[in-house]
């Protein structure tokens, strides 16, 4: 197994509104705010690297970045008005977005505690990082067996 780098992404802004989750399962991206003091390495992640969505201590779904580089937007130019209240998101807030393949809910998701919802994923005592590609591999290979039966 390819140990690949692993970004945490939180999903909602600033805990306040509604998870943006489904924004990110919908449209196969990943989003994060342009102030984000993680910003710098969001922006350098390369196709074949891993996103994490993560919701207050765990990661809930897992994705392979395929874009080149990250897209600028405005969330104001990217959401609905709706969209804006249901997620209580600043509409005039810089966002970065990258696009990822698919992304793979795990049926069990991995407890991460780390202060922040964003940043790469670290090994340590619990091996965070091979956790999460082991979760990733495990969906990927049941994902493309699940495709082969349907062919």
Same mark, same amino acid.
């Given at each position: 197994m390819q140990l690949r780098k692993v970004f945490s992404c939180g999903t909602s802004w600033k805990s306040r509104g509604a998870s943006y989750f489904d924004l990110f399962i919908n449209n196969n991206i990943a989003v994060l705010g342009s102030g984000n003091h993680n910003i710098e390495s969001f922006r350098k992640l390369q196709p074949g690297d891993l996103v994490a969505a993560k919701s207050g201590? %765990? !990661? &809930?779904?897992?994705?392979? *970045? #395929? @874009?080149?580089?990250?897209? $600028?937007? !405005?969330w104001k130019d990217y959401i609905t008005n709706d969209e804006i209240n249901k997620y209580q998101v600043p509409p005039e807030a810089d966002i970065d977005i990258v696009y990822v393949k698919k992304w =793979? +809910? &795990?049926?069990? /998701? #991995?407890? $991460? /505690?780390? /202060? @922040?919802?964003?940043? =790469?994923?670290?090994?340590?005592? @619990?091996? $965070? !990082?091979?956790?999460?590609?082991?979760? $990733?591999? +495990?969906? &990927? +290979? +049941?994902?493309?067996?699940?495709? !082969? &039966? *349907? %062919?």
């Open positions: 201590h %765990y !990661l &809930l779904a897992i994705a392979e *970045i #395929i @874009s080149d580089e990250a897209e $600028y937007w !405005l =793979f +809910k &795990l049926e069990e /998701p #991995i407890y $991460y /505690p780390t /202060p @922040s919802g964003t940043g =790469f994923v670290q090994n340590d005592r @619990s091996d $965070y !990082l091979t956790q999460c590609n082991e979760a $990733y591999y +495990k969906e &990927l +290979k +049941k994902w493309k067996k699940k495709r !082969l &039966l *349907i %062919y």
